[in-house]
Nanobody, 118 residues
Framework: QVQLVESGGGLVQAGGSLRLSCAASGRIFDIDAMGWYRQAPGKQRELVARMTNLGITNYADSVEGRFTISRDNAENEKYVYLQMNGLSPEDTAVYYC??????????WGQGTLVTVSS
């Protein structure tokens, strides 16, 4: 099993910045990629950014150049971060941390709400 714990969401004004963090523990030795997805009210969940174990990143077009994903490792945990700059009200959503293992199984965090006021 994998446990994902997110933090860092909140309320910010348009143009501001937030940094999301996610800590993964448990069965984390067979990770393929970690990343962030988001779901706005009335919309489907969408990829924001992900990074593979080879360091390959991909971003949604809407966040390219504004958001940066990074990862870090500790002895029994792995971390993924999302630095979000230049936030706009369109970025308001619940952000979910995702871990995909090499067997293509997805694990999800509980979600953290990001609200951007205009």
């Amino acid at each position: 099993q994998v446990q994902l714990v997110e933090s860092g969401g909140g309320l910010v004004q348009a143009g501001g910045s937030l940094r999301l963090s996610c800590a993964a523990s448990g069965r984390i030795f067979d990770i393929d990629a970690m990343g962030w997805y988001r779901q706005a009210p009335g919309k489907q969940r969408e990829l924001v950014a992900r990074m593979t174990n080879l360091g390959i990143t991909n971003y949604a077009d809407s966040v390219e150049g504004r958001f940066t994903i990074s990862r870090d490792n500790a002895e029994n945990e792995k971390y993924v971060y999302l630095q979000m700059n230049g936030l706009s009200p369109e970025d308001t959503a619940v952000y979910y941390c995702n871990l995909r293992n090499i067997w293509l199984r997805d694990y999800w965090g509980q979600g953290t709400l990001v609200t951007v006021s205009s």
